[in-house]
């Protein structure tokens, strides 16, 4: 198994991307034109090998490492002269365009040799940039040449065939090459005898003393003690108990870890053991470790407590799992145990398979138990969940699952494989598949600590594991663990590297490269700009604009348009400190437009009418107006609509192209003066000056009602049933008309009662067509039966087409006349 190889790869792809980072940084100023003869030589090295694909992996890699090297610098040198470069072109431009035709004026011969002088010298000044363009070229089709070569040879490895385990006839020498393997490493043993032995042992006894001492020490009682701090912790009601929880539940790794390490160093200082033994000593304390690790994210994710548990299995379920995760991770450090003893002989590849084979197919049966506890996880049903919880709980529970699945097919695959001698392929699959498995776990691990942190910070306590803070600090964790994932199923710490410096080089688009700390420098700049602009914008609303005689619609016009044009500066400035030249992209940027114009042409049309609304400033906010049937006070003034509040407080978005293009009718524009009319209908034979005179007075009465234009009564109709009057007078504030119209309506009915005025309604008629039938009522036996009764019969009742109904008018009451 190659389980101690990953880890290490884990622990050096930080430091090598770390280094090309800082290399690249460092290469970045040096402006030195790289080596080419040498170059040549080792180019050229590189084809042979590739066209005989010759050379061993180690070979390849090391070619592959200094080619990247010199990749490196032609990559870096590409801008070599450039500002001269710059300079010189500026300089031919300033000398304006060469005659061009017959009968073009020749040019002064001062100005032709001076554009002759400087067109050499930026010949001259290209060539190094030019020349490491083409040999960039050229080295990055060797690295990619090279990563084809070694994929491929990885991928025939997987698909290596050993002879298979289960036949007898190599399990004599596989025991044998194990034995021939321990054997070496006891006769590596310096002699018991000799006097040097005894005399390192007796000088380093004190050393060797205390790190025993202090190994079994961390390795008996590490965990009491955290569980004593956890408990201590509990008693006093510590806050953020739950952090303090976790960072004690990693005192249970790092104490017995640091306990094995010092057992380990203890075993080495002794010098009882030669090179290869003290090496198996080391790779016992580092698996032991590993141990630990998985152990913690087990029992993190299936807790035997409910509420630190991330996957709340039922309790039985939950203690399974955590057994068969401690299988695993024994049955790992037997296998590699093996295989490190075996690598100190020489032994044959078979007899590895041989030994291994019995602890992978337990650990293929512990993995399949565990595919079969995740594919039965369920999320628990609370009744308060809302939707986001409903959802992201559900993506859980499928992601579970899906592992699950995988984990028991791999589980049943593996036997089966190993049987028939794809050891390779195995190695390449049970392995890897665990590692993610635990790397998941942790990643669970980690999102709940850090939502905890953010609970204790903020106060909201474990609330905060459902907040949008957790899901971002999952998506963060899950990115970090992308690299480790990519290395754990095979990927060579080179893929990312390459990809690394890939992303580092950015991307061209037509004569403009655009990298990561283009898009750095555009987002700073952009972001201080546009805090800038919301500073001013703040200030001028809350401290300049108030004092001046501008009204609340100019001033909110004024802020508006100061935002539009600071956020289009800051774009601006962000795209030319950034060095992005657009020129390129103005052809296809053309193209779009008719595109864009077409399909987006609404969009753009609300958008002018939102600039022509805040310039010419027809309406402004708090004016009562009416547009397209509805009425109300505009709230909000944006770039594509604006928001009008009813009377019945509901919220009408309306495009600006409406209030444009559209019959606008502004109540409040300019001034709030506005009129009132006011219906009154009194009875016929009324006095008419008199009710004029009173209508009058109750209007002038009114405060709100101007006198200037004095209010006005007129008698306008004789109407089917009254006759009828309006009061019209014009009010201070229009937005007061309804109160006033009421006021004035309470004061008129309470007038007209003093004065014995009537005020008329509709009255109706009603003429009995056939009043016979009244009298044969009483000849009906039916009749008279139902009256004895008490229930009434269809001859008692009116039928429809003995009445005759007519509307009249007058002032009497309604039923007066029935004949």
């Given at each position: 198994m190659r389980l101690l190889a990953r880890f290490f790869t884990l622990l050096a792809v930080v430091l090598c991307l770390a280094t090309g980072t800082v290399q690249a940084q460092d290469t970045t100023l040096e402006t030195a034109v790289p080596s080419f003869d040498r170059w040549e030589g080792l180019a050229r090295e590189a084809e042979n090998a590739i066209d005989n694909n010759s050379g061993t992996d180690e070979t390849l890699m090391a070619m592959r490492s200094r080619i990247a090297e010199f990749r490196t610098e032609f990559d870096n040198a590409r801008d070599i002269n450039a500002a001269r470069i710059r300079t010189v072109r500026e300089q031919i431009a300033a000398l304006g365009p060469p005659p061009e035709g017959e009968n073009a004026p020749a040019e002064p011969a001062d100005v032709a040799a001076q554009r002759e002088a400087l067109n050499e010298e930026l010949s001259r000044l290209q060539v190094p940039g030019q020349k490491a363009e083409t040999e960039f070229v050229r080295a990055d089709s060797l690295v990619g040449q090279i990563d084809t070569i070694l994929r491929d040879r990885q991928a025939q490895k997987l698909l290596t065939v050993t002879p298979s385990p289960l036949n007898p006839a190599y399990w004599p020498p596989a025991i044998s090459d194990f034995t021939v393997a321990v054997t070496d490493l006891r006769d590596e043993t310096p002699n018991a005898a000799d006097a040097r032995?005894?005399?390192?042992?007796?000088?380093?006894?004190?050393?060797?003393?205390?790190?025993?001492?202090?190994?079994?020490?961390?390795?008996?009682?590490?965990?009491?003690?955290?569980?004593?701090?956890?408990?201590?912790?509990?008693?006093?009601?510590?806050?953020?108990?739950?952090?303090?929880?976790?960072?004690?539940?990693?005192?249970?790794?790092?104490?017995?870890?640091?306990?094995?390490?010092?057992?380990?160093?203890?075993?080495?200082?002794?010098?009882?053991?030669?090179?290869?033994?003290?090496?198996?000593?080391?790779?016992?304390?580092?698996?032991?470790?590993?141990?630990?690790?998985?152990?913690?994210?087990?029992?993190?994710?299936?807790?035997?407590?409910?509420?630190?548990?991330?996957?709340?299995?039922?309790?039985?379920?939950?203690?399974?799992?955590?057994?068969?995760?401690?299988?695993?991770?024994?049955?790992?450090?037997?296998?590699?145990?093996?295989?490190?003893?075996?690598?100190?002989?020489?032994?044959?590849?078979?007899?590895?398979?041989?030994?291994?084979?019995?602890?992978?197919?337990?650990?293929?049966?512990?993995?399949?138990?565990?595919?079969?506890?995740?594919?039965?996880?369920?999320?628990?049903?609370?009744?308060?969940?809302?939707?986001?919880?409903?959802?992201?709980?559900?993506?859980?529970?499928?992601?579970?699952?899906?592992?699950?699945?995988?984990?028991?097919?791999?589980?049943?695959?593996?036997?089966?494989?190993?049987?028939?001698?794809?050891?390779?392929?195995?190695?390449?699959?049970?392995?890897?598949?665990?590692?993610?498995?635990?790397?998941?776990?942790?990643?669970?691990?980690?999102?709940?600590?850090?939502?905890?942190?953010?609970?204790?910070?903020?106060?909201?306590?474990?609330?905060?594991?459902?907040?949008?803070?957790?899901?971002?600090?999952?998506?963060?964790?899950?990115?970090?663990?992308?690299?480790?994932?990519?290395?754990?199923?095979?990927?060579?710490?080179?893929?990312?590297?390459?990809?690394?410096?890939?992303?580092?080089?950015?991307?061209?688009?037509?004569?403009?490269?655009?990298?990561?700390?283009?898009?750095?420098?555009?987002?700073?700049?952009?972001?201080?700009?546009?805090v800038l602009t919301r500073l001013v914008q703040s200030a001028l609303r809350g401290n300049v604009l108030p004092k001046t005689k501008i009204d609340i619609g100019g001033q909110n016009a004024i802020v508006s348009g100061l935002g539009y044009v600071g956020i289009f500066l800051a774009a601006l400035a962000a795209i030319t400190g950034a060095g992005i030249d657009l020129s390129s992209l103005a052809i296809v940027a053309g193209a779009l437009s008719v595109g864009i114009g077409f399909g987006l042409q609404n969009i753009v049309s609300n958008f002018v009418s939102g600039i022509i609304l805040l310039i010419e400033r027809p309406i402004s906010e708090g004016d009562w107006i009416e547009v397209g049937g509805q009425m109300g006070y505009v709230r909000d003034i944006s770039v594509r609509s604006t928001r009008i509040e009813t009377f019945d407080r509901t919220d009408v978005i309306v495009p600006n192209a409406d209030l444009v293009s559209g019959t606008v009718t502004n109540y409040t524009r300019g001034n709030t003066v506005g009129r009132l009319i006011v219906p009154v209908g009194v009875a016929y034979g009324s006095d008419t000056r008199r009710i004029e005179t009173i209508l009058r007075e109750i209007a002038e009465a009114q405060p709100m009602v101007l006198a200037t234009p004095a209010p006005n009564v007129l008698f306008l109709n004789f109407g089917a049933d009254a006759l009828e009057f309006e009061i019209r007078c014009f009010l201070r504030d229009v937005n007061w008309m309804m109160l006033v119209k009421n006021d004035i309506n309470h004061e008129i009915a309470a007038r007209f009662a003093e004065e014995g005025i009537e005020i008329p309604f509709a009255q109706r008629d009603l003429w009995l067509r056939n009043p016979e039938v009244l009298r044969t009522r009483e000849e009906n036996t039916g009749a008279g039966n139902a009256r004895e009764s008490g229930a009434p019969t269809a001859n008692d009742r009116p039928r429809a087409e003995d009445f005759d109904s007519q509307d009249t008018g007058g002032d009497a009451e309604a039923g007066d006349d029935i004949a």
């Open positions: 032995t005894w005399t390192a042992l007796r000088n380093n006894l004190p050393v060797v003393g205390f790190l025993f001492v202090l190994g079994m020490v961390l390795i008996l009682r590490g965990r009491h003690w955290a569980g004593m701090i956890v408990r201590s912790l509990q008693s006093y009601g510590a806050r953020g108990f739950g952090i303090w929880r976790f960072l004690v539940s990693l005192l249970r790794i790092f104490l017995p870890a640091a306990g094995l390490v010092a057992l380990a160093l203890a075993v080495i200082s002794s010098e009882v053991l030669g090179p290869k033994g003290e090496n198996i000593v080391l790779v016992i304390s580092l698996l032991g470790g590993i141990m630990l690790g998985v152990r913690w994210v087990s029992e993190r994710i299936f807790s035997r407590d409910d509420d630190e548990a991330l996957l709340l299995l039922p309790r039985e379920k939950r203690k399974e799992a955590r057994f068969h995760v401690g299988m695993i991770t024994v049955m790992i450090i037997i296998t590699e145990l093996i295989s490190q003893i075996l690598k100190t002989g020489e032994s044959a590849p078979v007899s590895l398979a041989v030994l291994q084979f019995p602890w992978l197919v337990i650990s293929s049966l512990m993995l399949y138990r565990i595919g079969v506890l995740l594919r039965g996880y369920t999320e628990p049903s609370s009744a308060t969940d809302d939707t986001l919880t409903e959802v992201r709980t559900s993506t859980l529970g499928r992601v579970v699952r899906g592992l699950g699945t995988g984990a028991v097919i791999l589980g049943c695959l593996s036997p089966v494989l190993l049987a028939a001698g794809y050891f390779q392929a195995v190695d390449a699959l049970m392995p890897p598949y665990i590692m993610t498995l635990v790397l998941l776990g942790l990643v669970m691990v980690l999102q709940r600590f850090f939502a905890d942190l953010y609970g204790a910070l903020t106060g909201q306590g474990q609330a905060a594991r459902e907040t949008l803070m957790a899901v971002l600090f999952g998506l963060v964790l899950l990115l970090l663990v992308l690299p480790v994932l990519a290395l754990v199923w095979g990927a060579r710490v080179t893929d990312l590297t390459e990809l690394w410096q890939a992303f580092g080089r950015g991307f061209a688009v037509g004569d403009t490269r655009i990298s990561p700390a283009d898009f750095l420098t555009f987002a700073v700049i952009f972001v201080i700009g546009y």
